[in-house]
């Protein structure tokens, strides 16, 4: 009986654009940086990450581009990124809150990016807790208009989130696609 409700509660929710299969899926840090690199096209050369934590995704992406921007709030973790990557000049850390710290980034330049939004704390995702929809609404405004934007840990975000991501995009003449658990904007 349960079951079925839940079915039924997906279905509804699919019917409005707020349920995708793919939502649920959890993919390895390997893969997660194999989607980055496929929905590079070949004239981006600018990569730009939110939430630095140990700086996994940079290390796997950071050779195919030229320039990378990465925030992280956390202290700690950013003092850590600065003894990792001192004397890489490609590479530019920002410590700070990235609803606030990207539009720094943004700033540096006027043409297209991969991003990659990850900043959060660990568990769920709600509208008290991630920059998110700060992060979506600056990169919409920016002078660029084809950006290519991931967001990582799609199951993990509440569905009022999600709308209000969805609808952004909407305004902004971005499409949003959800493959392997993670929100792509093109
Ligand atoms: C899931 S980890 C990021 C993993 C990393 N992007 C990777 O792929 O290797 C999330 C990180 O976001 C940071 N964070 C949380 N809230 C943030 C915020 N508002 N601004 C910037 N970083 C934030 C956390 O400290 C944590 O290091």
């Not at 995708?20 to 997660?32: E, Q, Y």
Request: with cysteine; net charge neutral.
């Amino acid at each position: 009986m349960f079951h079925k409700i839940k079915l039924i509660i997906k279905k509804i929710l699919a019917c409005i654009g707020l349920y995708h299969p793919s939502l649920g899926i959890k993919i390895s840090s390997k893969a997660k940086a194999t989607m980055v690199l496929t929905h590079k096209r070949p004239e981006v050369r600018i990569f730009v990450e939110t939430g630095t934590e140990y700086g996994t995704m940079i290390d796997m992406v950071g050779n195919s581009f030229e320039k990378i921007y990465t925030i992280e709030l956390n202290d700690e973790l950013y003092q850590k990124a600065c003894e990792h990557y001192r004397g890489q000049e490609k590479i530019t850390l920002l410590h700070g809150d990235s609803g606030i710290e990207l539009r720094k980034a943004l700033q540096q330049f006027s043409e297209p990016a991969v991003f990659w939004l990850d900043a959060h704390p660990p568990g769920d995702i709600n509208a008290d807790n991630t920059p998110i929809i700060k992060e979506l609404e600056t990169i919409f405004s920016h002078s660029v208009k084809n950006h290519v934007i991931l967001v990582d840990d799609a199951r993990k975000f509440d569905i009022a989130t999600i709308a209000k991501m969805k609808h952004l995009a909407k305004m902004n003449d971005y499409r949003c696609s959800i493959q392997n658990g993670i929100f792509i904007f093109e």
